[in-house]
């Protein structure tokens, strides 16, 4: 079974930035829209951003735009979220998954419209 590979996440202070990865072996990400998704504990997956398969479209969450930027490099076959002024309340697991569903058709992608998963980076922010 297929699955993406998250890496990149750590503790860090309010403020502060991370950068995380998604990349998969034995799978060409060019051809696939990817997303990242976060995990609080005691709450559920939410969307956070997504990139096209050509990386001209993009989407981020309300709560995320401004402070992150998802990029990606197919020549690497990664893809990256850039993360900047850190808040506490982004504390979470967080999840790459690919899908051939359009997401600009929806005002959110789903969760449920992307596969693949990996086993998510923890990303920690402390006030």
């Known amino acids: 079974q297929e699955q993406l590979v998250e890496s990149g996440g750590g503790l860090v202070q309010a403020g502060g930035s991370l950068k995380l990865s998604c990349t998969a072996s034995g799978r060409i990400l060019s051809g696939v829209h990817i997303g990242w998704f976060r995990q609080a504990p005691g709450r559920e997956r939410e969307f956070v951003a997504a990139?096209?398969?050509?990386?001209?479209?993009?989407r981020y969450s309300d709560s995320v735009r401004g402070r992150f930027t998802i990029s990606r490099s197919n020549m690497k076959n990664t893809v990256y979220l850039q993360m900047n002024n850190l808040k506490p309340e982004d504390t979470a697991v967080y999840y790459c998954?690919?899908?051939?569903?359009?997401?600009?058709?929806?005002?959110?992608?789903?969760?449920?419209?992307?596969?693949?998963w990996g086993q998510g980076t923890q990303v920690t922010v402390s006030s």
């Open positions: 998954g690919l899908t051939t569903v359009v997401f600009s058709a929806r005002p959110t992608p789903l969760e449920r419209d992307f596969s693949a």
């Open positions: 990139i096209a398969r050509g990386g001209l479209s993009t």
